[in-house]
């Protein structure tokens, strides 16, 4: 058993980038754990190499993680055990939480240490609402699962964050524009290293910008939430406050309309009075 980690998981996150952001604590776990778990050894040996270390590595990934996590959840009893991914923090689409899931149930110590997360630097980077977020790592690369994706997150207020490839890029974009509407939005590149950048516009502006040269390096997308709702008719309130009417009660009705359609419970209350006399 490792003297100076107690046994557990320990979740590691690693540069996206700048082996400058690889953090103090970060470089500790990593340089006295039992062992690494890692997506590809040959990125993680880099980063060893960095903080001038050797460490036992066990590849883990989505092809063999049903097969290795429970030898590593095994380990755990004796070991301190850390889990990175190639960049940034574990679990952001990759197979970690089954691992983090397991170490809990068998009642091993789970600690995590923060760093970087291309989603998050992606959004700080954009300009755009930051209240509240929805991320959607990436899409379905055929045409009409990604338009069902699609389609699935268009009602949610928030802004939206996607990882994307550089060829797939213009693509993804018009499908979001399609789907979504023409929101403003941002595609950010090579956060944290040299060339990083943050390009703003419409989504059909930025689809017609990189349609003829897809950029290279990792990206985020970043998508504004939907503008308000338009109100509701009285028509529309009048309709939806009648059908409520048949299985409800006066007040509850009025209630559940009021909530669907966003209009006051009172006016639509004395509606519903109206409509019964």
Avoid: W
Avoid at 74 to 87: K, P, Y
Avoid at 90 to 100: A, E
Avoid at 105 to 121: K, N
């Amino acid at each position: 058993m490792n003297a100076e980690l107690p046994p557990g998981l320990y979740i590691v996150a690693t540069p996206i980038g700048n082996l400058g952001d690889l953090s103090p604590r970060a470089a500790y776990i990593l340089s006295n754990a039992a062992v690494v778990a890692v997506e590809d050894s040959r990125v993680t040996a880099g980063l060893l190499r960095h903080i001038g270390v050797k460490r036992p590595m066990t590849p883990y990934h989505d092809h063999n993680a049903e097969h290795v996590r429970p030898g590593l959840i095994a380990r755990m009893g004796s070991e301190a055990v850390a889990l990175v991914s190639d960049a940034g923090t574990p679990l952001i689409s990759d197979p970690g939480y089954k691992l983090v899931r397991d170490a809990r149930a068998a009642g091993h110590l789970v600690v995590t240490i923060p760093g970087p997360c291309a989603a998050i630097a992606a959004l700080t980077l954009a300009g755009l609402p930051t209240d509240r977020f929805l991320y959607c790592g990436f899409l379905p690369p055929k045409a009409q699962a990604r338009a069902t994706a699609i389609a699935e997150i268009a009602p949610v207020r928030a802004t939206l964050v996607l990882y994307e490839s550089g060829p797939r890029l213009a693509a993804t974009l018009a499908a979001l524009a399609e789907g979504l509407g023409d929101r403003e939005a941002a595609v950010t590149r090579e956060i944290t290293k040299r060339f990083e950048e943050a390009v703003t516009g419409t989504l059909s502006t930025l689809a017609t910008r990189y349609a003829d040269a897809p950029p290279k390096g990792e990206i985020v997308i970043v998508v504004a939430p939907p503008g308000e709702p338009e109100a509701a008719s009285v028509e529309d309130a009048d309709a939806a406050l009648a059908e409520a009417l048949t299985r409800l009660s006066t007040g509850q009705a009025a209630s559940e309309v009021a909530k669907r359609l966003g209009v006051d419970r009172k006016e639509l209350y004395a509606r519903a009075l109206a409509m019964k006399k």
